[in-house]
DNA sequence: AAGCACTTCAACCGCCCGCAG
DNA sequence: ACTGCGGGCGGTTGAAGTGCT
């Protein structure tokens, strides 16, 4: 037996507010409140709505000291702040940002800061190809530099992260996706192939880390991720830090951002590490990539 | 001016959680 | 302890708006 739903949906309009339902919603509640009573409230004020439909309009448009427009930078900044270390948690956001609504800052992340930040993080592995390119003297030293990493932390492509904060373990299959990245730099391929041939066997294995960084793959699909955190910045201890580049799924915060170049974290490192490509990817969002580039 | 592609954002959907009975 | 209900939340959708050719 399903649950009864919270209304008839047969009789309950559906689609935009008019003006009228607009002003009858406003006048009760001015009058009556919400009564704690969301489904119990559209019948009480004339409205041919669900509850749920009034309560979401009454939130995110009606009730009084809402911010319309444009978001401050100071605003984007909190937001991408947050997001980076709780993830897509909208409502939790909202309440550091008076006025605003989470549906609100969950389009504003969807459409435009998302973008943004993605540019910036462009920007930051063309930034940093640049400056590999020119630190590199020949092919076999840059093998090198890849063959350590895999060596000391194997590239594991991540079967799931059940949340973002959720990587004391780190799950990884040895499935055969993954690893499709083209723009990869060749030693990390090959260092990356290596580990995932040598995980290919196993069904799926947890690797406990204190290190929490992520790599990850879709599944199948291939691409990799790394997740930016705080918390990494500051929990991640460890020694040599390879970093390649990576295209495909990128985890920002828990959410996975599909066609992303993205930084593929070889193996654990250093805070700053962790840091850099986060620093640059937001400096590049507020109009400061040229100092970043330059410094 | 028309048609198409892309973007924005209000609104809906469905799941999860807490609470009351 | 169990069940049902309502509130809250995040993800997704689709209509309207905008820009480009």
Redesign the pocket.
């Known amino acids: 037996?399903g649950?009864?739903p919270?209304c008839d949906k047969a009789s309950v309009k559906?689609?935009?507010?008019s003006p009228e339902e607009d002003r009858k919603l406003k006048e009760y509640i001015d009058e009556n409140g919400t009564g704690?009573?969301?489904?119990a409230l559209p019948h009480k004020a004339g409205l041919k709505r669900c509850?749920?439909?009034c309560?979401?309009?009454w939130l995110?448009?009606l009730r009084p000291n809402l911010k319309h427009g444009d978001f401050s930078d100071d605003e984007d900044r909190i937001i991408c702040s947050l997001f980076a270390t709780i993830g897509?948690?909208?409502?939790?956001i909202a309440a550091q940002l008076p006025g605003r609504t989470?549906?609100?800052i969950?389009?504003?992340w969807?459409?435009?800061l998302k973008k943004k930040l993605v540019h910036g993080l462009e920007r930051y592995t063309a930034h940093s190809l640049s400056q590999r390119s020119s630190s590199t003297v020949s092919s076999s030293s840059s093998a090198a530099v890849a063959a350590s990493p895999a060596e000391a932390a194997p590239i594991v492509p991540l079967q799931h992260l059940s949340s973002p904060h959720d990587y004391s373990h780190l799950i990884y299959s040895g499935g055969g996706g993954g690893y499709g990245a083209s723009s990869m730099s060749t030693s990390l391929l090959s260092a990356a192939a290596a580990a995932a041939a040598g995980s290919r066997d196993r069904e799926q294995q947890t690797l406990r880390t204190d290190a929490p960084c992520l790599v990850d793959s879709g599944g199948g699909g291939g691409g990799h991720g790394i997740y930016f955190d705080e918390t990494c910045a500051s929990a991640i201890s460890g020694s040599s830090v390879v970093h390649g580049l990576g295209t495909g799924n990128f985890v920002f915060g828990g959410?996975q951002l599909l066609q992303a170049q993205a930084l593929l974290l070889a193996t654990s490192g250093a805070a700053n590490q962790l840091d850099e490509p986060y620093s640059f990817a937001a400096s590049c969002c507020y109009g400061e990539e040229a100092a970043a580039a330059d410094g």
């Open positions: 037996m649950r009864a919270c559906k689609g935009p507010w704690g009573n969301w489904i509850g749920k439909s309560r979401l309009r995110n448009y897509s948690r909208w409502s939790i989470d549906n609100d969950k389009n504003y969807n459409t435009k959410l």
